[in-house]
C-alpha cells in the first residue's frame, strides 16, 4: 500500500476517534460500554462480542472462548454501493502499518450490527493480530478496488478486557 493512501487512512481514523455504538437488536443484551466500545452478549448462546460505530464504519470483533487466539473481525459501512452483496473481495487489513491480507464475501448484514451496513467477516487464526488490535491505535481497511476506511482502536484494549469478563476467558494480551 502506498504510504500517501496510508497517511490518508491515518488522518480519517483520527476523525473516528471515540464515538460509540448504540445497537437495538433483540438478539443481544448490552454487557457494558468502554472508551466508545460496546461488550455485547449474544441472548441466546451467551457469546461476547465487541463492535465500534464511528461515522459509518462499524468493527465487529469475535474471539473463540475455547482458544482467544481465534476469532472473526467484521468491517462494515452503510455507504451503499461501496461493498456488494454476495461479491468475493480481498480485503487488507493494517493495524499501524503492519498488513494483514484476507478475502471474504461481501454480505449484507442485518443482526449484531446494524440493517443497511454492508461488510465482511473475516477469520482470525494469527496470535499476533489479536495482540496487535489490543494495542495499535489505528485499524486501516483497504477493500480491493473501493475505499479506504481509518478506524480509531483508541480504548480497544480496555474493550478486549471487558469482553473477557463477559465471556469469562482470560486473554493474554501484552
Known amino acids: 500500500m502506498a504510504i500517501r493512501k496510508f497517511a490518508a ?3 480519517a481514523g483520527a476523525v473516528c476517534f471515540g464515538a460509540q455504538s448504540a445497537v437495538a437488536q433483540d438478539k443481544y443484551t448490552s454487557f457494558g460500554t468502554t472508551q466508545g466500545w460496546e461488550v455485547l452478549q449474544d441472548n441466546a448462546t451467551k457469546e461476547c462480542v465487541m463492535l465500534k460505530d464511528s461515522n459509518g464504519v462499524a468493527v465487529q470483533l469475535g474471539l473463540a472462548a475455547n482458544d482467544p487466539t481465534k476469532g472473526y473481525i467484521g468491517v462494515f459501512t452503510n455507504l451503499e454501493g461501496e461493498l456488494k452483496n454476495g461479491k468475493t473481495k480481498k480485503i487488507h487489513l493494517l493495524l499501524d ?26 477469520a482470525i487464526d494469527n496470535p499476533q493480530f489479536v ?9 486501516v481497511v483497504d477493500v480491493e478496488g473501493g475505499n479506504i476506511f481509518g478506524f480509531s482502536l483508541y480504548g480497544t484494549k480496555s474493550a ?12 493474554n494480551i501484552d
Open 131 to 139: 495482540n496487535d488490535f489490543a494495542n495499535k491505535e489505528v485499524l
Open 160 to 171: 478486549m478486557n471487558m469482553w473477557s469478563e463477559c465471556s469469562g476467558v482470560k486473554l
Open 97 to 122: 502499518n503492519t498488513d494483514y491480507e484476507y478475502k471474504s464475501v461481501i454480505t449484507e448484514v442485518t443482526e449484531g450490527v446494524r440493517a443497511g451496513y454492508y461488510g465482511a467477516m473475516m
Open 9 to 11: 487512512a491515518l488522518v
